[in-house]
């Protein structure tokens, strides 16, 4: 897919990490029909990503408890992150292109790169452990269960900036969903929206419609496009 010409330089990348560094997103939302198909909710694969990709679990428990019946209890939640993290650690495998271009972003812009996910933080370093990129973000990792508010909020990407000491104007945000392009074009970064084939037709439009300016098709592209004006 095409793309416009950045007309700025960044100081910073802040990724995104379920769908964008690590293909998790079918492992977790997996594991999560069944345990909601156990409690009497019968949703398709499909249609549970389309309500809960992007967001957290309990952020949802409203919709959950209405529609199984039941109390989204601590120990149902335990039971997931359990489950989750089993399924992770068995199948869990990088989005293809991402080790190659963060490895080639920390280069050039000299470590100022972090993780930032609306995910539990043991979620997170999980995967980035098990998908080789653990090297590239150790103590730039940024958690949404550690702050006020999660994602589509802007708290992580804020909190992010900050910790690299650059402002978050100057700040390129790499996102997959559009709750994530929201809580990036809050922060006011600029936000490049991942959209692979599999995301479907109406994705990239998606992405530009939550603020994205920039919409990628695979993440070979996304190195090139960030630095074509750096010179």
């Keep these: 897919m095409g793309y416009e010409k950045v007309t700025m330089n960044f100081e910073a990348v802040l990724f995104d990490c379920d769908g964008v560094l690590v293909d998790s997103e079918a492992i977790t939302i997996g594991v999560l029909r069944d345990m909601l198909n156990e409690r009497g909710w019968n949703l398709g694969i499909e249609e549970c990503m389309r309500l809960f990709v992007g967001k957290m679990v309990k952020d949802e428990r409203a919709l959950i408890e209405a529609r199984t019946g039941q109390p989204l209890t601590e120990d149902w939640m335990a039971r997931f992150r359990e489950r989750r993290n089993d399924g992770l650690l068995r199948h869990l495998q990088p989005i293809e292109g991402a080790v190659a271009a963060v490895a080639l972003l920390h280069e050039r812009f000299k470590g100022r790169i972090a993780c930032a996910s609306g995910a539990d933080r043991f979620k997170v370093e999980l995967q980035l452990q098990k998908c080789g990129l653990m090297r590239y973000f150790k103590g730039?990792?940024?958690?949404?269960h550690e702050l006020p508010r999660s994602k589509p909020a802007p708290d992580v990407y804020l909190a992010a900036a900050a910790a690299l000491g650059v402002a978050p104007a100057r700040c390129a945000v790499v996102e997959d969903t559009v709750t994530g392009v929201a809580a990036g074009v809050a922060a006011g970064a600029t936000v490049f929206g991942y959209s692979p084939t599999?995301?479907?037709?109406?994705?990239?439009?998606?992405l530009r419609g939550a603020g994205a300016r920039h919409v990628f098709g695979a993440m070979q592209e996304l190195a090139p496009l960030l630095l074509q004006d750096a010179g």
């Design 198 to 206: 599999q995301a479907g037709p109406g994705a990239p439009a998606a």
């Design 140 to 144: 730039r990792i940024f958690s949404g």
